[in-house]
């Protein structure tokens, strides 16, 4: 029976039905470990910079022991900052398994394993893909969260034509996160830090929340300079434009 509900609950996962943000036009990436749900705007022509809003684990986790069967973010405050931002030609990454659920999708991947090199890779593929169709003279990246190790590793891919690198709520060492909540380190998964120090000349910004117990000021000092947003907490009242 209890294989029964996880299937059930796989296949309608599996389809569920996708935003359709006004403005924004849907693209799915294809790769080949993950395909990657997009949304995109670019319209502006004398701006040729691309910014690409990388999305946070999303539902990750129902309870701090028990995972989701579905990582798809329930509302994406990422997903609302691209809608809102009009001065720049933007790009929605979501993560793997969001949105939509390829065959390869299994809870590793959106828990111990969120930040496989399998998931890197299929991150940078999708980036790929919008610089190979719109040819950008510069990029930029803005993570939340988790997000905020991903768009690390694409800022170090693309560091010649990356104008800046901002992250909000950001995990930037997830070793050290892990151990500060004496929780399970997140085996498999590739750490920010190991590019950090090759990113350091890229203009940056880190906003952390004053209230955010997900990612504690105190925390995130370790690992960069940061910029606290008064009364922030991990999910609410940080800034809305960037």
């Known amino acids: 029976m209890q294989k029964l509900a996880l299937g059930i609950i796989l296949l309608l996962t599996g389809c569920a039905s996708l935003p359709e943000p006004e403005g924004m036009t849907y693209k799915e990436i ?29 539902l990750a986790w129902l309870t701090r022991t028990r995972p989701s069967f579905d990582p798809t ?45 399998e998931v890197i890779k299929s991150m ?16 930029e990246f803005i993570g939340y969260s988790g997000g905020a190790t991903v768009a690390a590793f694409l800022t170090s891919y693309h560091k010649d034509i990356t104008s800046q690198f901002i992250t909000v709520a950001g995990v930037l060492d997830h070793e050290m996160w892990t ?24 203009p940056q910004i880190h906003y952390v929340g004053e209230k955010d117990k997900v990612v504690p ?17 991990h999910w609410n009242n940080l800034p809305d434009k960037f």
């Open 179 to 202: 151990s500060y909540f004496d929780d399970t380190p997140l085996t498999g998964s590739l750490n920010a830090k190991e590019v950090l120090e090759e990113i350091k000349d890229i």
């Open 217 to 233: 000021v105190e925390l995130a000092k370790k690992w960069a300079e940061i910029t606290v947003v008064p009364g922030a907490t």
């Open 73 to 117: 973010p329930r509302h994406s405050s990422v997903l609302d900052w691209a809608i809102k931002d009009f001065d720049h030609n933007v790009v929605y990454l979501s993560r793997p398994c969001q949105y939509i659920f390829p065959n390869r999708c299994e809870v590793y991947y959106w828990t111990m394993g969120r930040f496989a090199p």
């Open 124 to 139: 940078e593929g999708a980036v790929k893909k919008y610089i190979n169709l719109y040819h950008p003279e510069k990029i």
């Open 30 to 58: 294809k790769n080949e470990d993950f395909d990657i749900a997009s949304w995109y705007r670019i319209d502006n022509k004398t701006d040729k910079t691309i910014r690409f809003y990388v999305e946070g684990d999303g």
